[in-house]
């Protein structure tokens, strides 16, 4: 039993550091919106400034965005989407999850037409998983179910993960997972995505 529990040990690293060797890398300008209107692009949008790598916040973020970006000669080089719902955010803005699932999937069918890094961040850890929501509210792991898989790199805060459910969409879908354990590690993590 412990031979076989260290094989499983010996072949999960294998596998982490094979998937951090295929980790695409990503160029700039980023393009940095949400799936769910959360906050936490806030915490993105601090360690770009830091990384001085160029980037434009739109939490309304659409396809056309992107296509009008690429029509002026300069465009997008990375989409960053993080995910996790704010009902408050949400209905500032006066949509609900299914409208930011039909906008987030135009927006990465665009980004893939046009050949562009994504980036599912989730940083706010399991106050943003559905462990942290009110009853019957599963916003937060819609905005997951519609960003992580369709990512080419996941980059996550450790502790929104301890259920394990990052862990499996990477295995099954083969999309590198970058945990970080606080969020200031965020910007040695993205200092390495973008070659800074």
């Known amino acids: 039993m412990k031979k076989f529990k260290a094989i499983v040990f010996l072949l999960t690293i294998f596998i982490s550091f094979n998937l951090l060797a295929q980790t695409k890398t990503a160029s700039p ?12 692009p806030a915490i993105i949008k601090v360690v770009l400034q830091r990384l001085n790598i160029p980037f434009d916040l ?10 009008k970006k690429k029509d002026s000669g300069h465009p ?6 993080v995910m996790g719902a704010s009902l408050k955010g949400m209905g500032a803005a006066g949509i609900s999850i299914d409208d930011e699932i039909k906008r987030i999937n135009a927006l990465i069918q665009e980004a893939r037409k046009q050949g562009l890094t994504i980036i599912g961040a989730h940083v706010e850890g399991m106050k943003r998983r559905a462990q942290g ?21 996941l980059l996550v805060n450790r ?6 459910r ?13 945990e970080v ?10 200092s390495k995505i973008f070659g800074k």
């Open 166 to 178: 990052f862990t499996t969409i990477s295995r099954n879908r083969n999309i590198p997972l970058i």
């Open 58 to 67: 739109e939490p309304l973020a659409t396809a056309s965005m992107l296509q």
């Open 181 to 190: 354990e606080k969020n200031i590690d965020l910007v040695n993590e993205l």
């Open 133 to 153: 929501a009110a009853a019957g509210d599963t916003t937060d792991e819609q905005s997951i179910d519609a960003v992580a898989p369709q990512s080419d790199i």
């Open 76 to 81: 997008y080089g990375t989409v960053i989407i």
């Open 29 to 40: 300008p980023v393009l940095l919106t949400s799936c769910g209107q959360s906050p936490g």
């Open 159 to 164: 502790e929104g993960n301890t259920d394990g």
